[in-house]
């Protein structure tokens, strides 16, 4: 099969790799790759490391990231082969590929949050994944059937929309009036606000540093917005929003960022960390304290929390997210992570497969 992988650690260029096409053992599915999201995760894949302010950097190959590395992580295929114990899959019928693969065994697993499982081996990071023409899941528990939705946004759904819906769970529920702040409204972001929206929330702000970003959170559901271009971003959500403010979600999450989250807190409030431009924050211990805030990290989201985003989505609940095609292909694949370094893409890149 081709693959558009980073071949080996040290180095950030993908290049097109001629690996075997796995057979699929056990309970394996072997799906043809149809579509393949490209998330900014990747571009810190892609890197090597995360930043961890005056920490240094975590390296990836240190986490046990194998190479050669094929990422991607937002998947629809069609199932092509399975092995002689996975059941109820149909040979040609179209999946989405939920990611966030646990060790199956942990009580986190058995609880059903493999996506916080510690043993945890996701697709597209610690296991080979989308940006290649094939790929290999280890149950048909974890494929999704996403009926008559277009197979691009469907994609996105994976990552971006169950990202989304995982953070917006986490603030609500609120009075519908009490403004919920989103940092970010690129692609997760863009979701979020939909998502908030669809579950019946209505006073949104929207942060961003890009005009149309803005406008599309606003056709999207946001009834605020605010430009995080300029100086004391607390300071004029918090006028646009009559705040302080029950909850935000950073889908940025870097030093300024975090920083004006925890200023907008009302007493009580949440602020949900979502993004992983990296960076550190400084935080006034006593406020902590006095104000009874809650900070939480949000990571993607459980498989059930999958299904409730395919079910959203199918009962109309949730607009369609702009989606920007491209092909999958070495160069689809370098310059679409480029693209989102660069910034200013609204919605999601979704790579297309070759249908022959
Ligand atoms: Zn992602
Ligand atoms: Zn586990």
């Known amino acids: 099969m081709q693959a558009f992988a980073i071949s080996e650690s040290g180095t950030t260029e993908l290049s097109e790799m001629d690996l075997p096409t796995p057979t699929p053992v056990g309970t394996e599915v072997l799906l043809k790759v149809t579509r393949s999201g490209v998330c900014h995760t990747d571009t810190h894949l892609r890197a090597g490391y995360y930043d961890l302010g005056r920490r240094g950097h975590m390296q990836l190959v240190d986490r046990g990231v194998p190479y050669p590395l094929v990422m991607g992580h937002e998947v629809v295929g069609v199932v092509e ?20 693969i646990g060790c199956g065994e942990c009580a986190v697993c058995q609880d059903e949050r493999e996506n916080a499982c510690p043993r945890g081996r996701n697709i597209g990071v610690a296991r080979p994944g989308g940006y290649a023409d094939h790929l290999v899941v280890p149950h048909p528990r974890y494929l999704v059937d996403i009926g008559e939705l277009d197979p691009s946004w469907a994609a996105t759904m994976a990552c ?43 006073a949104i702000c929207a942060v961003d540093m890009s005009e149309a970003n803005l406008a599309a959170a606003e056709k999207l559901g946001a009834s605020i917005t605010v430009s995080a271009d300029g100086q004391d971003l607390s300071a004029r959500v918090l006028t646009a929003t009559n705040g302080p403010v029950a909850a935000v979600i950073d889908f940025v999450n870097n030093d ?20 992983l431009f990296g960076g550190e924050v400084t935080i006034p211990t006593a406020l902590l304290t006095l104000k009874m805030l809650t900070i939480e990290g949000s990571f993607v989201g459980t498989l059930s929390e999958l299904h409730k985003v395919v079910e959203l989505a199918q ?42």
Do not use: C
């Open 81 to 100: 082969a399975a092995g002689p114990d996975a059941s109820g899959i149909e040979i040609g019928s179209t999946r989405l590929v939920y990611p966030w």
């Open 160 to 202: 971006s929309g169950l990202t989304a819906y995982s953070a917006a769970s986490k603030v609500l529920p609120l009075p519908s009036d009490d403004p919920v702040v989103v940092i970010g409204v690129g692609g997760v972001g863009l979701t979020a606000v939909a998502t908030l929206n669809a579950l019946g929330h209505n």
């Open 256 to 275: 300024q960022t975090a920083s004006a989250a925890f200023d907008m807190l009302a007493k009580g409030g949440r602020m949900v960390q979502v993004g």
């Open 315 to 356: 009962e109309g609940r949730v607009p369609r997210i702009p989606v920007v095609d491209a092909a999958l292909d070495l160069a689809g694949v370098t310059h679409s992570l480029d693209r989102l370094i660069a910034g200013g893409v609204t919605g999601r890149i979704v790579l297309q497969g070759s249908t022959k």
